[in-house]
């Protein structure tokens, strides 16, 4: 069993940054490939990037590259989401996920789920 925490979310304008974390507990964080999912107010959720156990593979929705990264400590049980030039479509909740395979793939099959994080973009 994984449980998931994010934080770091909040209200910010149009062309700034945020931070998201997700902290892990459990002693074999560095096994599971971490994803970042986000959800919209009458969307569907989607997929934003996911990262390996070991860090050194990423794989990004075309809607974030270049602006989001992902990467993780796992001496510290942490996934990290970092997000810049932000936009107010960025706006939405924002999920971390685990799961016991890596796959550069936007599907949600994933086998634990955070309770989300709100990040707001104002124009």
């Known amino acids: 069993q994984v449980r998931l925490v994010e934080s770091g979310g909040g209200l910010v304008q149009a062309g700034g940054s945020l931070r998201l974390s997700c902290a892990a507990s459990?002693?074999?964080?560095?096994?599971?490939?971490m994803g970042w999912f986000r959800q919209a107010p009458g969307k569907e959720r989607e997929f934003a990037a996911v990262?390996?156990?070991?860090?050194?593979?990423?794989y990004y929705a075309d809607s974030v590259k270049g602006r989001f990264t992902i990467s993780r400590d796992n001496a510290k049980n942490t996934v990290y989401l970092q997000m810049n030039s932000l936009k107010p479509g960025d706006t939405a909740v924002y999920y971390c996920?685990?799961?016991?395979?890596?796959?550069?793939?936007?599907?949600?099959?994933?086998?634990?789920w955070g309770q989300g994080t709100q990040v707001t973009v104002s124009s």
């Open positions: 996920a685990a799961d016991t395979a890596y796959r550069a793939s936007s599907r949600p099959d994933y086998d634990y």
């Open positions: 459990g002693r074999t964080f560095s096994s599971y490939a």
């Open positions: 990262i390996s156990g070991s860090g050194r593979r990423t």
